[in-house]
T-cell receptor, first 117, second 115 residues
Framework: GAVVSQHPSWVICKSGTSVKIECRSL??????MFWYRQFPKQSLMLMAT?????????EQGVEKDKFLINHASLTLSTLTVTSAHPEDSSFYIC?????????????FGPGTRLTVL | AQSVTQPDIHITVSEGASLELRCNYS??????LFWYVQSPGQGLQLLLK??????LVQGIKGFEAEFKRSQSSFNLRKPSVHWSDAAEYFC?????????????FGAGTRLAVHP
């Protein structure tokens, strides 16, 4: 149980285009989902926290107009990288917290590798 | 400031040798603590977690970790490493930072295993 999927797993796009990444909790409901960014050989940096039905909370330094997050249902959150540029190339990982859980374990997706040419 | 530190960026051990990966945290209380493993190009898999109680916790794949409050540490150990354990290991702590609770990761330790 507690499986999180991401789609696509790998995407290449041209500079200036937008890319949407989906994060789904497959067998549980997730009130809260998180989006992380990981540069090569570095740690995960939290970009934003997404709560179902409300606006996402972005970390300091993360452009909310560039990284659009939508959490329209209890099993789906999307991250759209708008007007992508080569510096946006990275590994994006989402995680989900089980709704109503008595503790705060997060389950992570397999990640999406974005390459912007 | 709240932080998680993994002092060792890269560790190499021989297969069959014991392993200890270090993790320290900086926080005004005892956070929830986690160890994750990440294989190349993959997401994170939870190895074990500590919330409270017994300070020695057992995880999957033969890993264990010990919480030491006096040292603000949560070191990961394995008595005998297998070649398949080669991966990146992240220590993380669930702490109140920037106005709300969040999972904060250490920089990671890359483990290489020699045959």
């Amino acid at each position: 149980g507690a499986v999180v999927s991401q789609h696509p797993s790998w995407v290449i796009c041209k500079s200036g285009t937008s890319v949407k990444i989906e994060c789904r909790s497959l067998d549980f409901q997730a009130t809260t989902m998180f989006w992380y960014r990981q540069f090569p050989k570095q740690s995960l940096m939290l970009m934003a926290t997404s709560n179902e039905g409300s606006k996402a909370t972005y970390e300091q330094g993360v452009e909310k107009d560039k990284f659009l997050i939508n959490h329209a249902s209890l099993t789906l959150s999307t991250l759209t990288v708008t007007s992508a540029h080569p510096e946006d190339s990275s590994f994006y990982i989402c995680s989900a917290r089980v709704s109503g859980s008595s503790y705060n374990e997060q389950f992570f997706g397999p990640g999406t590798r974005l390459t912007v040419l | 400031a709240q932080s998680v530190t993994q002092p060792d960026i890269h560790i190499t051990v021989s297969e069959g040798a014991s392993l200890e990966l270090r993790c320290n945290y900086s926080y005004g209380a005892t956070p929830y603590l986690f160890w994750y493993v990440q294989s190349p190009g993959q997401g994170l898999q939870l190895l074990l977690k500590y919330f409270s109680g017994d300070t020695l916790v057992q995880g999957i794949k033969g890993f264990e970790a010990e919480f030491k409050r006096s040292q603000s540490s949560f070191n990961l150990r394995k008595p005998s490493v297998h070649w398949s354990d080669a991966a990146e290991y992240f220590c993380a702590a669930f702490m109140f930072s920037g106005g709300y609770n969040k999972l904060i990761f250490g920089a990671g330790t890359r483990l290489a295993v020699h045959p």
